[in-house]
């Protein structure tokens, strides 16, 4: 079943390589790269999911999830490559 998924991470190259695989296997996909644009995208759109990084700029990634569940309940996946537990 095809699912329409935000992907938010500031980083280009990973935003692209988890887009390519989430198209390959069907899914509609959109990618911003900043928390503020994200935070836009998912309150104003309508997706099925959001892969939501944790560090990013303008607003993080705790910070738009906070503010997005205000106003809706879509499912987030949080993604993260922090080198500290």
């Given at each position: 079943m095809d699912r329409h998924i935000l992907v938010v991470e500031d980083q280009k190259d990973i935003a692209d390589l988890i887009a390519?695989?989430?198209?390959?296997?069907?899914?509609?996909?959109?990618c911003v790269h900043d928390g503020g644009k994200g935070y836009?995208?998912?309150?104003?759109?309508r997706y099925d999911l959001i892969v939501l990084d944790v560090m990013?700029?303008?607003m993080d990634g705790w910070t738009v999830l906070s503010r997005l569940r205000e106003r809706k309940e879509t499912?987030?996946?949080?993604?993260?490559?922090?080198?500290?537990?």
């Open positions: 390519m695989h989430l198209r390959d296997l069907g899914h509609a996909v959109d836009e995208a998912a309150r104003s759109g990013l700029p303008q499912p987030v996946l949080f993604l993260t490559a922090r080198d500290d537990v």
